[in-house]
């Protein structure tokens, strides 16, 4: 059943009992196979930042924030194997976001997060320091065509960072379509969509998810490479797609272990394999999933470097006009000229 026709209250019910009914993952080696589980973490938070989406990884460490608060939260990734409590916690207090931090994904050419406020329009550029630096607001009425507002959680926004062009792929919770927006704001301030292609549908046949789940939305997206991955809350599916709306393959995740899939990001390099971290939306769980290979989605939006800024033009410097010199005065006969005296001490 979609995410969007379940009641919340049920579904954090059951979360408290998945808590407090941890196992571990066996001794399934970690290379098993594409979709197989291969760890597991609980974030150390209560109820409601619990039962937020989000989840970053900078290459180092995983990042999670509330559900729209202002704390950017930063645990080790855990060992392959057995589900374990988030260690190693360092919480940074968030400053410059009004509403709160939704969600964020991790751009490795900045060593920063692109986020979403609680507003679902502000999209920031956030430092590690919690510094949020307001790089544009999606207007609504212009910047989302087609949008339809779908559930009680239509301001729950995922973003992904793609480094490949230097965008951001933006999706609504249990929406259907997912927007793409360059970097930078357009005249007005606002989000410029890509020309080339400033969305994708997830509910289109072919290319839908029914065939597989009984329905289509996107719950989370993330990229790093070639294609999209996206999730779909109450399907433990991961959906593969190009980045103009074809669907290439979908991935089951085995065992997912929780009822709804949401935000993702990529990591290449913490273990033998590549892995999504996908969050869970109710029971705390952030958990690492098996990649398809091993260049399907590399971490930090797919590429280290960092995109050429437009250098900004070294003013031409007004030239200082050559002072006219003092005529040397004329000596009076019979006498030396006299003896300059030194400058005062300290100059």
């Not at 194997?81 to 991790?106: C, F, K």
């Not at 029914?210 to 070639?226: I, K």
Request: proline share 11%; glycine share 10%.
């Amino acid at each position: 059943m979609p995410r969007f026709l379940r009641h919340r209250a049920a579904s954090m019910a059951a979360a408290a009992v998945l808590l407090l009914q941890l196992t571990p993952l066996g001794t399934k080696p970690a290379t098993a196979a594409p979709g197989d589980l291969v760890a597991d973490v609980v974030v150390n938070e209560q109820y409601p930042d619990s039962a937020a989406p989000s989840v970053a990884f900078d290459g180092t460490y995983l990042y999670h924030v509330g559900y729209g608060a202002s704390v950017l939260h930063r645990i080790n990734v855990p060992a392959a194997g057995a589900t374990q409590q988030a260690s190693g916690q360092v919480d940074t207090p968030i400053q410059g976001a009004s509403s709160g931090i939704m969600t964020l994904t991790y751009d490795a050419g900045r060593d920063a997060f692109w986020a979403v406020g609680g507003d679902g329009l502000s999209i920031y550029l956030l430092r590690k320091t919690g510094l949020a630096t307001l790089a544009f607001s999606v207007d609504p009425n212009t910047d989302r065509p087609g949008y339809q507002p779908v559930g009680a959680y239509p301001n729950e926004v995922k973003l992904a960072y793609d480094a490949t062009d230097d965008t951001i792929w933006y999706s609504s919770d249990a929406g259907v379509r997912i927007y793409h927006y360059h970097t930078y704001a357009d005249a007005q301030g606002t989000a410029a969509l890509v020309d080339s292609s400033p969305y994708i549908d997830v509910n289109v046949p072919p290319n839908d998810m029914s065939a597989e789940c009984g329905y289509s939305q996107s719950s989370g997206v993330t990229v790093g490479g070639a294609h999209l991955f996206v999730t779909i809350s109450g399907c433990s599916i991961l959906f593969e797609y190009t980045k103009t709306g074809t669907k290439v393959a979908a991935l089951h995740l085995n065992p997912y272990g929780g009822s709804n899939t949401e935000d993702l990001e990529c990591d290449s390099v913490s273990y033998s394999v590549p892995v999504f971290w996908i969050r869970d939306g109710y029971d705390g769980h952030i958990r690492a999933f098996q990649q398809p290979t091993v260049g399907s989605c590399l971490y930090g939006g797919g590429s280290a470097s960092a995109p050429s800024p437009i250098p900004t033009p070294t003013p031409t410097p007004t030239p200082t006009p050559t002072p006219t010199p003092t005529p040397t005065p004329t000596p009076t006969p019979g006498l030396l000229p006299p003896i300059p005296l030194p400058p005062p001490l300290g100059r």
